[in-house]
């Protein structure tokens, strides 16, 4: 936010945010493909804090929304990005869409994609075996919970699910069980799910922390998807023994030498990386797919996954290093916690 926001006490902007029209915050670009394709585009602020999702009537806020995505296509756009909880309060879209003459996308399906590969890259880093360990997906039934769990159970040992809904994880159990030989079980309670899990993946929609550090494993792999963060970044002031990186987001090189002066990088966690829902909708737009890509909460599919997976890849987007908030781990980071992992893994045998 602008300097003149960012003075505003925190309680006053609160009370003040709902009643301003959705903002032109910055443009963004031109990013240029690997392939030459040229995109540009612009942030748009819908005047919502994460707690306004949960305390003002729906109605209200998808209206917010609705306003913010038509703002967009009066300012020429040809596809639009749902940004954190924008896309959370409406059915990832599908709510919206018939009333917006514009396409939406929730750039979950290029997030859940990401996630993937990073939880598989991070395995490989702390030369954890995925088919002998134990993961556990928080707020499995969402959008993108359910994508990432859907393709990695099957290539784990043990799945744990956690949600608070357990009629839809009951449902969602049920349908894992069907297709993995992973043996799946079901946890309510979040301090359950993670304390033996080799692998976390977390991805709700709450607007606190929900994962205590204390309650991990040491040598835990733990990828945190949700804005605002499911466990605190404080986190590696506590516990060096654990690698708790932001999960999808993808890394796009050129940036650090296009972004560097512009004030469109301030959208991004450091330089050169994106979070995967802005990505997805910056690698339609390179693509020229003008479409709904991503809507409708539980659609994503594997097949979507591998295409937009390929686009983002044609397009020069890609996983890069692991963060925790403006934090990089170093290789000695890495090999710390490797070797925490391994003496975990030595005094069960
Ligand atoms: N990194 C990125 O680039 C990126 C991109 C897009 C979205 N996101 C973020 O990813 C997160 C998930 O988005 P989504 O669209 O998948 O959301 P979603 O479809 O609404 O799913 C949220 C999930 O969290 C569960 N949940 C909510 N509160 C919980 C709690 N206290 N404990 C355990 N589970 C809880 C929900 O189930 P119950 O209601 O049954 O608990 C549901 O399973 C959001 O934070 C969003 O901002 C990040």
């Given amino acids: 936010m602008g300097p003149g926001i960012s003075n505003i006490p925190p309680r006053v902007l609160e009370h003040l945010l709902p009643s301003l029209p959705p903002i032109r915050y910055v443009d963004i670009g031109p990013v240029v493909s690997l392939g030459g394709s040229e995109a540009r585009g612009f942030a748009l602020l819908c005047p919502l804090m994460p707690q306004h999702f949960v305390t003002l009537p729906s109605s209200r806020v998808k209206q917010k929304v609705k306003a913010t995505v038509n703002l967009a296509s009066r300012l020429g756009a040809k596809i639009v990005g749902l940004g954190g909880f924008t896309s959370v309060c409406c059915d990832e879209g599908r709510e919206i869409v018939e009333d917006c003459d514009v396409a939406i996308t929730s750039g979950n399906t290029l997030t859940a994609a990401l996630a993937i590969q990073e939880v598989i890259r991070a395995s490989k880093l702390l030369d954890l075996e995925l088919e002998n360990a134990k993961m556990a997906v928080i707020g499995a039934t969402g959008d993108i919970g359910s994508a990432v769990t859907r393709v990695l159970a099957p290539r784990v040992a043990e799945t744990v699910i956690a949600a608070r809904n357990y009629d839809r994880l009951n449902e969602f159990a049920h349908e894992l069980s069907v297709n993995s030989n992973s043996k799946i079980s079901i946890v309510k309670y979040v301090h359950e799910a993670v304390r033996e899990a080799d692998i976390i993946l977390t991805a709700t929609n709450a607007v606190t922390t929900v994962i205590d550090p204390a309650d991990l494993l040491p040598g835990a792999i733990v990828c945190d998807i949700a804005i605002p963060h499911n466990i605190s970044r404080e986190v590696r002031n506590v516990r060096n023994d654990i690698l708790v990186f932001d999960g999808g987001i993808a890394s796009y090189p050129p940036l650090e030498s296009m972004g560097k002066k512009r004030r469109w990088t301030s959208l991004f966690p450091v330089p050169t ?3 995967g829902c802005l990505a997805e909708t910056i690698v339609l737009a390179l693509d020229g797919r003008y479409e709904n890509f991503s809507i409708g909460r539980g659609r994503i599919t ?12 044609r397009h020069g987007f890609s996983i890069g290093a692991f963060y925790c908030g403006e934090s990089e781990y170093t290789p000695t ?9 391994r003496t975990r893994k030595r005094s069960l045998c």
């Fill in 333 to 341: 980071d890495i090999a710390r916690i490797k070797d925490k992992l």
């Fill in 273 to 275: 990386q994106i979070y």
């Fill in 302 to 313: 594997e097949d979507r996954i591998s295409l937009i997976w390929e686009m983002s890849g």
